[in-house]
């Protein structure tokens, strides 16, 4: 069974732009999570889709924004870039239910100039 | 705030050895939780999950799980090099009905001497 699969693998941006990462869960797997992972803050949750519908949201500003399609794929859309937001943006998939672990993809190294 | 907190470390401990991570959390209704290994520049690989108080073998893996004391451990027994790496703790605060919403720890970097 494919894993998860984030492309692209990598990004350079500059500030002020914006930039949408794609996440292609598990085959069979419904729930999708992003996270940003920093030197600094850790692993961060961003926010969780469930049949194309945000089920939870973590604390980060409104410039972060995702999306689920019917086929369960999801992206992430970062606006207006800051420096701050150079990071390890990492999905995980998940089946139905959070008694299930959820399995990570490889993950986007977003590096802003 | 509901937070996991895990002793950074670094946790060294010669091959062969048992080696134990443990980690807290602050939200007593927490329903699931994860012991994750990354390796530096990868991303993280899950190890072991556990939902109820105990011990949960898997190989030379065993995590243990005190609801009550809000703690939960990770042992490794016949450490080998090849655990050197970052450990997260992840802990999910809802069950079923509630989604996602996993919190981690910073991690414990462990490395097992040859």
């Known amino acids: 069974k494919a894993g998860v699969t984030q492309t692209p693998r990598y990004l350079i941006k500059t500030r002020g732009q914006q930039v949408t990462l794609s996440c292609s869960p598990i085959s069979g797997h419904r729930s999708v999570s992003w996270y940003q992972q920093t030197p600094g803050q850790g692993l961060q949750f961003l926010f969780e889709y469930f049949s194309e519908t945000q089920r939870n949201k973590g604390n980060f500003p409104g410039r972060f924004s995702g999306r689920q399609f019917s086929n369960s794929r999801s992206e992430m859309n970062v606006s207006t870039l800051e420096l701050g937001d150079s990071a390890l943006y990492l999905c995980?998939?998940?089946?139905?239910?959070?008694?299930?672990?959820?399995?990570f993809g490889d993950g986007t190294r977003l590096s802003i100039l | 705030q509901k937070e996991v907190e895990q002793n950074s470390g670094p946790l060294s401990v010669p091959e062969g050895a048992i080696a134990s991570l443990n980690c807290t959390y602050s939200?007593?209704?927490?329903?699931?939780f994860f012991w994750y290994r990354q390796y530096s520049g990868k991303s993280p690989e899950l190890i072991m999950s556990?939902?109820?108080?105990g011990d949960k073998e898997d190989g030379r893996f065993t995590a243990q799980l005190n609801k009550a004391s809000q703690y939960v451990s990770l042992l490794i027994r016949d450490s080998q090099p090849s655990d050197s790496a970052t450990y997260l703790c992840?802990?999910?605060?809802?069950?079923?009905?509630?989604?996602?919403?996993?919190?981690f720890g910073a991690g414990t970097r462990l490395f097992v001497k040859a």
């Open positions: 939200d007593r209704g927490s329903q699931s």
């Open positions: 995980a998939s998940s089946p139905e239910t959070p008694e299930e672990p959820q399995h």
């Open positions: 992840a802990v999910n605060p809802w069950g079923h009905t509630g989604g996602f919403k996993t919190i």
């Open positions: 556990i939902y109820s108080n």
